[in-house]
């Protein structure tokens, strides 16, 4: 009885979070579709709400019997000040944490993509680095590019304190106007992350869980 009570409340944390906690106390994360922040998307939309996550991040890190944490990544990006909370209480655990980028880890995906202690990316993963941008009306006035020019001065130091790459390389990135057809930024697929310096190794599940496994023995 007991099992199959760990099993159903196991489906509704999937279910309802995309979370659930391994077989070797592993804490498994997934950030899926769009992540969304203070405004909520349409119900139709897949999306990662950062109030489900960052309580459950707290709540790893309290629990003395999970070991470690394994986040996997298939994003488009979405809200700048959710995805950079997210990557900031990744980053400030202090149980080993592994991520694995899959589809794809655009956007504000980056951040949480390399917030963690190693990170992989699969032979076909994509990262889209890109300036920041804004949809609806916004008010033309120069304190309005001075903020955005400040949030992405917060973003690209994040990810320059969490990884190889350097920022100037990184600006370069973002402005590229010969890849993305009306607009600016740059592709990475799989193995070029590597080489960018934003992802530590190409891998997959099987690597990041022996990351995780290695990690969580060498720390005790």
């Known amino acids: 009885m007991q099992r199959e009570e760990k099993q159903e409340k196991d489906q509704e944390a999937i279910r309802e979070f995309g979370q659930l906690t391994l077989k070797h106390k592993i804490h498994l994360l997934s950030v899926i579709g769009e992540v969304e922040g203070h405004e909520c998307l349409p119900a139709n939309s897949k999306t990662t709400k950062y109030e489900h996550v960052l309580p459950q991040l707290a709540a790893i890190e309290d629990n003395d019997e999970i070991q470690g944490v394994l986040i996997l990544l298939n994003t488009v990006g979405g809200d700048v000040e959710a995805g950079?909370?997210?990557?900031?209480?990744?980053?400030?655990?202090?149980?080993?944490t592994v991520s694995l980028v899959l589809?794809?880890?655009?956007?504000?995906?980056?951040?949480?993509?390399?917030s963690t202690d190693y990170s992989y990316i699969v032979e076909t993963?994509?990262?889209?680095?890109?300036?920041?941008?804004?949809?609806?009306?916004?008010i033309g006035a120069r304190q309005t590019y001075d903020y955005f020019k400040q949030m992405?001065?917060?973003?690209?130091?994040?990810?320059?304190?969490?990884?190889?790459?350097?920022?100037?390389?990184?600006?370069?990135?973002?402005?590229?106007?010969?890849?993305l057809t009306k607009d600016l930024g740059t592709i990475l697929v799989g193995r070029q992350a590597v080489e960018e310096g934003l992802i530590d190794a190409v891998g997959g599940i099987q690597d990041a869980l022996s990351k995780v496994k290695e990690m969580i023995c060498t720390s005790r």
């Open 84 to 96: 950079l909370a997210i990557a900031e209480m990744i980053a400030s655990l202090s149980k080993p």
């Open 103 to 114: 589809g794809g880890s655009h956007s504000i995906g980056i951040p949480i993509a390399v």
């Open 152 to 179: 992405q001065d917060r973003i690209l130091y994040f990810i320059t304190s969490h990884c190889k790459a350097k920022r100037e390389r990184l600006e370069e990135l973002m402005m590229d106007t010969g890849m």
């Open 125 to 138: 993963g994509t990262m889209v680095i890109h300036p920041v941008r804004m949809n609806g009306t916004i």
